[in-house]
């Protein structure tokens, strides 16, 4: 049997995430990866790429990043669980608790999923409400039956429960206006990410390839989550800000400073802790704090309470990560880096004639591209030869996240296999995407059927 055979034949999907599944690769590249250093991963015959996939997006500075390495390994000599709360537990809540003043109290976990869940569990205790709305436009929040239901993978989810769950549009205040007229006092909160390819600004942005120019942009406290907020604030729902992509990325106070904007809870996930397993959920006192047990006679609410919630050695890699992002303004290199991606690509592809069919955008931060087809439509065949091209050229791109150890060898060699694989996506403009492909395209995610 070869990796893939072993991998379906013993986990379902064949991977631990559906984003890290076959269906959402091309055929060339490595079934199976062995170990990670810096901004390269290796696969099972030691085969080196340079990867943006990053860990889904949870390196921030690297892999196997020895200071963060040996923060954790120091917490698993220490016993890496113990029986009580830790000291490395509460100087991870006050370092996190220093990073957001307008939050009063963190409560930790191991996946972001467990972090929504939970402010969308604590929103309808305060508010005794049971409905929640999220953008239509954003993918994911959780794997949990409050979001999975409401995407075409809402197998095994009871209507009743997903019908609680709310779609409006990002940027269009009228669509949530909407939602709230259309169920008065029942909507318990509303969550959404700050920013994705788009910005919250009303205005059509200029320029996304600096910090600085949402930090003195006019509409910066006056732009679309500023106006989630005043409505929440109207209608008395908690407003949710799920900075599980924008989160030590944007900022190291996340994309909340960028858009100068406070929201009542936050969730926080990959990018804490360097790839260990750490989520958190910080909020406002009044909120988080009916999940305590000191207020004498309140009625309890069971919020995140796991065995492995307090594991030492992934609270030790967080407050390292801090102390390095501090140290090295590690949000800065990944604006700049980003930004001369973005701004190379688009080059390469114009220099290739295929500038009206792959396009680089996004956040310096977070760059995104896009593929289209000879009609101007965004096409998954064109994504597929995209990356198929760019792993021949030994770079792992199923999506942009940066780190600290891209560099300016890194981007080199990025926009080297780019001019190699936009040459044969010009050709497949001219003479059919088929021809080139060597399998499947790659599928989405959330298709109802395989
Ligand atoms: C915006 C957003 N929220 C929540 C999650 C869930 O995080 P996790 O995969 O750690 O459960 C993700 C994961 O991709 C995400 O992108």
């Keep these: 049997m070869n990796w893939s055979d072993r991998l379906h ?64 390994i120091a917490e698993i000599e220490k016993g890496n669980n113990l029986t009580r709360a830790s000291l490395t537990e509460l100087e991870a809540a006050e370092k996190i608790l220093s990073l957001f003043p307008w939050a009063s109290m963190v409560k930790f976990a191991k996946n972001g999923s467990i972090v929504t869940t939970a402010a969308v ?30 995407t075409a993978m809402d197998k095994g989810i009871p209507a009743e429960n997903k019908a609680l769950s709310l779609k409006f549009n990002y940027n269009d205040i009228g669509s949530l206006e909407k939602l709230f007229a ?41 732009n679309f989550l500023h106006q989630v907020k005043a409505l929440c604030k109207q209608h008395g729902a908690v407003f949710v800000l799920d900075e599980m992509i924008t989160g030590f990325r944007w900022d190291l106070h996340g994309a909340m400073k960028v858009y100068d904007i ?48 307090s594991e030492m050695s992934a609270f030790g890699a967080f407050n390292k990560c801090i102390d390095i992002y501090r140290e090295q303004a590690v949000t800065d290199h990944l604006w700049n880096y980003g930004r001369r991606l973005i701004e190379g690509l688009n080059d390469v592809s114009k220099a290739a004639g295929t500038g009206d069919h792959f396009l680089a955008h996004g956040f310096g931060c977070s760059p995104y591209y896009t593929t289209k087809d000879k009609d101007g439509q965004v096409s998954l065949a064109f994504r597929t030869l995209w990356s198929q091209e760019l792993i021949k050229g030994g770079v792992l791109m199923p ?52």
């Design 399 to 450: 999506w942009v996240a940066l780190s600290l150890a891209h560099s300016d060898a890194e981007l080199e060699h990025t926009l080297n296999a780019a001019r190699n694989a936009l040459a044969v996506y010009a050709k497949a403009l001219n003479d059919g995407v088929e021809k080139h492909l060597v399998g499947p395209a790659i599928k989405p995610v959330f298709r109802k059927h395989n």
């Design 121 to 150: 569990k604590l929103a309808r205790a305060y508010t005794g409400r049971t409905h929640v709305a999220v953008p239509a436009e954003q993918p994911f929040f959780t794997y949990d039956d409050w979001f999975i239901g409401t």
């Design 262 to 309: 406070e929201p009542d809870l936050a969730t926080f996930g990959k990018g804490m802790a360097n790839g260990f397993a750490l989520a958190a959920l910080v909020g406002k006192k009044e909120i988080m704090d009916l999940g305590g047990i000191r207020t004498p006679g309140a009625e309890r609410v069971f919020l995140i309470s796991t065995t492995h919630g």
């Design 182 to 222: 259309e169920h008065p006092g029942k909507i318990a909160c509303v969550m959404l990410e700050p920013a994705t390819s788009v910005s919250p600004c009303s205005a059509s942005c200029a320029s996304m390839l600096t910090p600085n120019s949402c930090a003195t942009c006019a509409n910066r406290s006056t």
């Design 9 to 72: 034949s013993a986990i379902p999907g064949g991977a631990h995430t559906y984003s890290r599944g076959d269906d959402q690769y091309p055929v060339n590249a490595p079934p199976i990866l062995a170990r990670g250093k810096g901004a390269y991963v290796w696969d099972a015959d030691g085969k080196k790429f340079l990867d943006y996939g990053m860990g889904l997006r949870a390196i921030t500075l690297g892999y196997a990043h020895d200071a963060v390495n040996a923060a954790a």
